[in-house]
Protein backbone atom coordinates (compact mmCIF):
# COMPACT_ATOMS: atom_id res chain seq x y z
CA UNK A 1 0.00 0.00 0.00
CA UNK A 2 3.00 2.51 0.88
CA UNK A 3 4.86 3.75 -2.15
CA UNK A 4 7.55 6.15 -2.72
CA UNK A 5 8.35 8.32 -5.93
CA UNK A 6 11.14 9.99 -6.49
CA UNK A 7 11.39 12.99 -8.87
CA UNK A 8 13.56 15.99 -9.62
CA UNK A 9 16.46 14.42 -11.18
CA UNK A 10 17.69 15.36 -14.75
CA UNK A 11 21.13 16.67 -16.35
CA UNK A 12 23.17 19.64 -15.07
CA UNK A 13 26.69 20.71 -15.22
CA UNK A 14 29.50 20.36 -13.03
CA UNK A 15 28.62 23.11 -10.36
CA UNK A 16 25.05 23.61 -10.52
CA UNK A 17 22.63 22.24 -8.03
CA UNK A 18 19.42 20.32 -8.00
CA UNK A 19 16.81 19.17 -5.48
CA UNK A 20 15.15 15.79 -5.23
CA UNK A 21 11.77 15.25 -3.89
CA UNK A 22 10.34 11.85 -2.45
CA UNK A 23 6.43 11.74 -2.22
CA UNK A 24 5.68 8.75 0.24
CA UNK A 25 2.16 7.46 0.72
CA UNK A 26 0.43 7.04 3.79
CA UNK A 27 -0.72 8.50 7.27
CA UNK A 28 2.43 7.10 9.01
CA UNK A 29 5.33 9.02 7.38
CA UNK A 30 6.32 10.55 10.27
CA UNK A 31 6.92 6.78 11.61
CA UNK A 32 9.52 5.95 9.08
CA UNK A 33 13.30 6.23 8.95
CA UNK A 34 14.17 7.66 5.17
CA UNK A 35 17.16 7.19 3.15
CA UNK A 36 18.85 8.33 0.06
CA UNK A 37 20.90 5.81 -1.83
CA UNK A 38 22.56 5.68 -5.40
CA UNK A 39 23.97 3.63 -7.43
CA UNK A 40 26.21 4.26 -10.79
CA UNK A 41 26.34 1.61 -13.59
CA UNK A 42 28.70 -1.33 -12.59
CA UNK A 43 28.87 0.12 -9.13
CA UNK A 44 27.16 -0.99 -5.55
CA UNK A 45 24.15 0.68 -4.32
CA UNK A 46 26.05 3.82 -2.39
CA UNK A 47 24.54 4.99 0.94
CA UNK A 48 23.79 9.06 0.87
CA UNK A 49 22.00 10.62 3.79
CA UNK A 50 19.70 9.47 5.74
CA UNK A 51 17.22 11.26 7.81
CA UNK A 52 15.43 10.64 11.36
CA UNK A 53 11.57 10.34 12.22
CA UNK A 54 11.09 13.91 13.43
CA UNK A 55 14.17 15.38 10.96
CA UNK A 56 16.22 16.01 14.50
CA UNK A 57 19.07 13.69 13.26
CA UNK A 58 20.78 13.45 9.70
CA UNK A 59 23.92 11.15 8.48
CA UNK A 60 25.57 11.62 5.95
CA UNK A 61 28.56 9.77 3.27
CA UNK A 62 31.85 11.13 3.54
CA UNK A 63 31.78 11.81 -0.44
CA UNK A 64 28.89 14.35 0.23
CA UNK A 65 29.04 16.36 3.34
CA UNK A 66 29.35 19.84 2.86
CA UNK A 67 27.27 19.42 -0.43
CA UNK A 68 24.24 17.75 0.17
CA UNK A 69 21.50 18.33 2.56
CA UNK A 70 18.77 15.72 3.68
CA UNK A 71 15.38 17.33 5.01
CA UNK A 72 11.58 16.27 5.53
CA UNK A 73 8.27 17.60 5.61
CA UNK A 74 5.94 15.70 7.77
CA UNK A 75 3.03 17.49 6.81
CA UNK A 76 3.34 16.85 3.22
CA UNK A 77 4.83 13.05 3.49
CA UNK A 78 7.71 14.13 1.51
CA UNK A 79 11.65 14.03 1.91
CA UNK A 80 14.41 16.25 0.10
CA UNK A 81 17.78 15.78 -0.89
CA UNK A 82 19.10 19.34 -1.94
CA UNK A 83 22.48 18.32 -3.71
CA UNK A 84 24.93 21.36 -4.35
CA UNK A 85 28.21 21.64 -6.01
CA UNK A 86 27.28 18.86 -8.32
CA UNK A 87 30.39 17.23 -9.58
CA UNK A 88 30.36 14.47 -12.40
CA UNK A 89 31.21 11.52 -9.59
CA UNK A 90 27.89 12.51 -8.42
CA UNK A 91 25.71 10.60 -11.75
CA UNK A 92 23.70 8.00 -10.44
CA UNK A 93 20.49 6.65 -9.93
CA UNK A 94 18.97 8.40 -6.88
CA UNK A 95 16.72 6.19 -4.66
CA UNK A 96 14.53 6.81 -1.85
CA UNK A 97 14.07 4.20 0.69
CA UNK A 98 11.79 4.00 4.00
CA UNK A 99 12.78 1.69 7.41
CA UNK A 100 8.87 1.21 8.69
CA UNK A 101 9.72 -1.25 11.25
CA UNK A 102 11.97 0.39 13.78
CA UNK A 103 14.50 2.83 13.86
CA UNK A 104 18.15 1.09 13.38
CA UNK A 105 21.73 2.19 13.89
CA UNK A 106 22.76 0.79 10.60
CA UNK A 107 21.10 3.69 8.20
CA UNK A 108 24.43 2.90 5.60
CA UNK A 109 23.02 -0.54 4.62
CA UNK A 110 20.85 -0.78 1.81
CA UNK A 111 19.21 -3.78 3.25
CA UNK A 112 17.87 -2.28 6.34
CA UNK A 113 15.50 -0.50 4.42
CA UNK A 114 12.29 -2.25 3.44
CA UNK A 115 10.77 0.00 1.08
CA UNK A 116 12.18 1.59 -2.51
CA UNK A 117 11.56 4.02 -5.33
CA UNK A 118 11.79 3.67 -8.59
CA UNK A 119 14.97 6.09 -8.76
CA UNK A 120 15.19 9.19 -10.42
CA UNK A 121 18.36 9.61 -13.11
CA UNK A 122 20.91 12.52 -11.90
CA UNK A 123 23.76 13.10 -14.43
CA UNK A 124 26.68 15.74 -14.32
CA UNK A 125 28.28 16.74 -17.49
CA UNK A 126 31.93 18.09 -16.86
Known amino acids: QVQLVESGGGLVQAGDSLRLSCAVSGRTFSAYTMGWFRQAPGKEREFVAA????????HYADSVKGRFTISRDNAKNTVYLQMNSLKPEDTAVYYC???????????????????WGQGTQVTVSS
Open 51 to 58: ISRSGGST
Open 97 to 115: AAITYNNSWLLSMPGTYDL
